[in-house]
């Protein structure tokens, strides 16, 4: 029994100080992780998936996307408001009516990404 609680213990043995010291120095911080982790929140919603590929083909206004997707006026808003927050949608009025747009090139190649990682 003893041996198995020492094997669940974490000890440093030897740290190679080389390496920690090259990964220290390249990785993001805090403040970008965090950013990155609420990026990556906004994907975990498969209404926001759908929301941007039907964007992909066209910009559109929130009745056209609720059409299509078969949801409320109000469902499409509050999606769309988390979407224009992390700046994934840009939008452009035209009279009364707003239409939304991806906001460029990035958003379709993180989708891209995703897609052909869970495809393999």
Known sequence: MKKKQEAEC????????????????????EDTLYNLSELFKIFGDSTRIKILYVLFESEMCVCDIAQLLQMTQSAI????????????????????????ALADSHVRTI?????????E
């Open 111 to 119: 989708l891209d990404q995703g897609m052909e990682h869970v495809s």
């Open 10 to 29: 974490c000890e440093f043995i030897h740290v190679h100080q080389d390496i920690v010291d090259r990964v220290n120095r390249v990785m993001p911080d």
């Open 77 to 100: 808003s509050h999606q769309l408001r988390a979407l224009k927050q992390s700046k994934l949608v840009s939008f452009r009025r035209e009279g009364k009516t707003v239409f939304y």
